[in-house]
């Protein structure tokens, strides 16, 4: 038995945190019967997903119950400090060679037989890829959050997550006008807003997620900011860390002071604002023993089919078009991470394996 398996449960932590945001979500929508009767229907097949992991876990095969899934690699915004531009994995075109719809739906239904609740769709932008969003409506078993910055929703998008429950939007917002504008440019914030209100009119859920720095961090966990998106009719806030991928954007990066303070911050909002849920990342992985990426809780599957660790690890040995997507979640890298010590490291913020880049890159050579 791994070193992974005899200190920590995955199965039950990641388990709890999917039941979790379902029982959060009956509870916000017992008013709207719509939005009841379908959350009632996911978590019946929540349940059936996670008896499915749990009869593969007792056959000694783990099933990650999330898959980050990036459906594009274009984007229309250049946010200062984009970790995915740095990497060249967000451009300004779209490639030629992204995965088809036809292809994500094969992917969205393994997924589905082999017990994953929840897809995670990002990009680039990844309303760009309507297409794909709406296959992804065709999966009701699965809860797909959507995190987008906002800039395409418009009326047939409302329409859709009208009829299609299952497609949450998570839209990106940095704080305030002045900070969001900063940093993904002029407007964004009015357009955010303007989403909201017209989601939260229909009766639709949604979520925000927010990338934190030393320069926001008091701003996006304070009572003002949080209670406008709460009156707005937001549900989940995912409070992110931001990853330096260059050595000018260091500073933006949250220190032993800002996590602890994020860390305080997050217990007290749980405990005082029950409403909505507050998920960090990667601070709520310090109660799970560790980094959760390379299959051990989810992975990641880029715009052009490589299955990588995830969206801050972009190292692949296998191409989910020349594989299922069973094969890739046991790859050669994804054992070796599993098996190591890499995961389990000390580090000092933001994602692990971005900071232990070169160790990764070694087993990637000998994979």
């Not at 299952?166 to 440019?185: F, H, V, Y």
Request: aromatic share 8%; with cysteine; net charge negative.
């Amino acid at each position: 038995m791994s070193k992974i398996d005899e200190s920590f449960d995955i199965q039950e932590y990641m388990t709890r945190g999917v039941e979790r945001v379902v029982a959060d979500a009956l509870k916000a929508t017992w008013k709207d019967p719509r939005e009841s009767a379908f959350m009632l229907k996911f978590a019946a097949a929540s349940k059936a997903a996670s008896r499915k992991r749990k009869a593969a876990e007792e056959a000694g095969e783990h099933i990650p119950p999330f898959l980050i899934a990036s459906i594009t690699s274009k984007c229309n915004l250049h946010c200062a400090g984009c970790y995915s531009r740095c990497n060249h994995a967000t451009v300004d075109e779209e490639p030629v060679s992204q995965l088809t719809s036809e292809e994500w739906f094969r992917i969205f239904d393994e997924a589905d037989e082999l017990g994953i609740s929840f897809i995670l769709l990002a990009g680039g932008e990844p309303m760009l890829r309507r297409d794909i969003i709406e296959a992804a409506g065709r999966k009701p078993g699965i809860l797909f959050p959507i995190f987008t910055n906002g800039t395409f929703m418009g009326r047939r998008y409302f329409e859709l997550f009208d009829k299609k429950r299952n497609l949450l939007p998570i839209m990106s917002i940095e704080g305030e006008k002045e900070t969001t504008n900063a940093r993904r440019g002029e407007g964004i914030y009015e357009r955010l807003i303007a989403n909201m209100n017209e989601l939260h009119r229909r009766g639709l859920i949604f979520g925000a997620s927010v990338t934190v720095t030393t320069e926001n961090v008091r701003e996006v966990t304070s009572d003002a900011f949080l209670q406008k998106l709460s009156d707005r009719g937001c549900k989940a806030v995912i409070f992110v860390e931001f990853v330096p991928v260059t050595d000018e954007s260091a500073e933006l990066a949250p220190g032993d002071e800002e996590r602890e303070y994020l860390r305080e911050e997050i217990a007290r909002l749980r405990e005082e604002h029950p409403e909505m849920v507050y998920i960090s990342f990667p601070g709520d992985e310090k109660s799970s023993g560790g980094c959760v990426a390379a299959g051990r809780g989810f992975f990641h599957i880029n715009s052009h089919g490589g299955a990588e660790p995830c969206p801050f690890s972009p190292y692949s040995d296998v191409n989910i078009r020349n594989t299922s997507l069973r094969e890739a979640m046991h790859s050669p890298l994804f054992l070796a991470l599993q098996s190591g010590d890499i995961l389990m490291d000390d580090h000092d913020g933001g994602c692990v394996l971005y900071e232990k880049r070169e160790l990764v890159e070694q087993l990637m050579a000998n994979s």
